[in-house]
């Protein structure tokens, strides 16, 4: 039997280790990849240290970046040699953090000639998330091909809580591109200009004292403003008002992670803080996107390609982890996330040489 190195999570907040893994043929409908790029999100660092969906030892990593090597039967749209992305998450043999991945063709999409692998890698996870999540939570359809009217809500405000997040500046894209024109998100001041480029059509410092009051006068004016500075985080809670509906990404944090502390998550979103009456609150939950069988097909291996490729959806900024093995990349990737050096970037990181 062939093996392979992959990334595992070895115990709660432990190191990272490296461990040999069975390499898998390829059945009908699946291809093997040589992960090249991957990068490492919140989630490996709720698993790594939440302990969050584990079985120890468990090989973690949602997004590839790689090449096609070797094909299945049946498989129709992928050859050796394609260059790869895709988010996969559910079973050891197509998870990241590994050098080779065992990978049904719906998960993966062709990158655009003109995108670096590296780059390509930030979109795939929080790409399905923004389409799972504005469709199935927040009920805002989302067709493809895109139509060419403007949807129900264009101008309904949507109010976009961490806008500087992997997530917020895929979603601000997409909701653009499908004519939302009333988008107002939250970031820290420097992020202020990129989410204006990409779509928002205000910006506010979710730490200003006022920021309820700011993006409630902007919602109910119908325009911008924005723009803010001061303190206070969980404001965000206190706005939805009755009719609102509130899609909140799970886990919901109670407490971070850091050096010295275990963090703690809590998967009720509606328990979890004292919503307004009258507010839908629904909990993301993207590991169950493939239910909808038209994005199964269609999501990763055509729509995610093409909006990257025609310039419409833009990968996210990044960081090269950099380190002499696969170890010391993917620990100073997790490393940096637990200290929360992510800001408006993603952390990305060399798989296989
Ligand atoms: N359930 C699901 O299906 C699902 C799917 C994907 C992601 N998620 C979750 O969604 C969250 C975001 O994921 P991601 O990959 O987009 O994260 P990310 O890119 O690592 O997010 C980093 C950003 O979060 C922002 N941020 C931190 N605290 C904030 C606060 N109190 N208010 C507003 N913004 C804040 C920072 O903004 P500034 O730089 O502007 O300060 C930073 O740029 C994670 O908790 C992840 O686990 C869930």
Redesign the pocket.
């Known amino acids: 039997m062939s093996t392979h190195p992959a990334v595992v999570t070895a115990s709660v907040r432990g190191a990272l280790q490296v461990i040999k893994v069975p390499t898998v043929a390829p059945c009908t409908g699946e291809v093997l990849v040589r992960v090249e790029w991957t990068a490492s999100?919140?989630?490996d660092?709720?698993q790594n240290d939440g302990g969050l969906l584990v079985q120890h030892p468990q090989v973690l990593g949602g997004d590839i970046a790689g090449t096609v090597v070797e094909v299945g039967l049946g498989v129709e749209r992928l050859e050796v040699g394609d260059k790869v992305f895709g988010f996969t998450w559910r079973e050891q043999k197509e998870k990241a953090h590994q050098t080779l991945a065992t990978v049904p063709e719906y998960l993966l999409g062709i990158i655009p000639p003109h995108i670096p692998m590296r780059a390509a890698a930030t979109l795939p996870?929080?790409f399905?998330?923004v389409f799972?999540?504005l469709t199935t939570d927040l009920h805002l359809p989302l067709p493809w091909p895109r139509p060419a009217t403007a949807p129900k809500h264009a101008n309904s405000p949507i109010l976009l809580?961490?806008?500087?997040?992997?997530?917020?500046?895929?979603a601000l894209q997409i909701l653009a591109y499908y004519g939302y024109r009333h988008l107002l998100t939250?970031?820290?001041p420097?992020?202020h200009e990129l989410l204006r480029s990409l779509g928002a059509n205000a910006v506010f410092d979710?730490?200003a004292p006022d920021v309820v009051a700011r993006i409630l006068d902007a919602a109910a004016a119908g325009d911008g403003g924005g723009d803010g500075g001061g303190g206070g985080?969980?404001a965000?809670v206190r706005m939805p008002g009755e009719g609102s509906t509130v899609a909140?990404?799970?886990?919901v944090?109670v407490r971070d992670a850091t050096e010295g502390q275990a963090p703690e998550y809590s998967m009720d979103a509606g328990g979890a803080v004292a919503w307004k009456a009258g507010v839908e609150v629904r909990?993301?939950?993207?590991?169950f996107y493939l239910d909808n069988e038209f994005f199964k097909q269609k999501l990763q291996s055509e729509i995610m390609p093409t909006l990257l490729g025609q310039g419409i959806v833009k990968p996210?900024r990044f960081r090269v982890v950099e380190g002499s093995t696969l170890r010391e990349r993917a620990q100073g990737a997790m490393d940096r996330?637990r200290r929360?050096e992510?800001?408006?970037?993603?952390f990305v990181w060399r798989v296989s040489e």
């Open positions: 999100t919140p989630l660092l709720h996870d929080n399905v998330t799972h999540a809580w961490g806008g500087a997040s992997s997530v917020g500046q895929y939250t970031a820290s420097r992020h979710y730490r985080g969980e965000g909140v990404l799970l886990p944090i909990g993301v939950r993207t590991h996210n996330l929360r992510a800001s408006g970037e993603r």
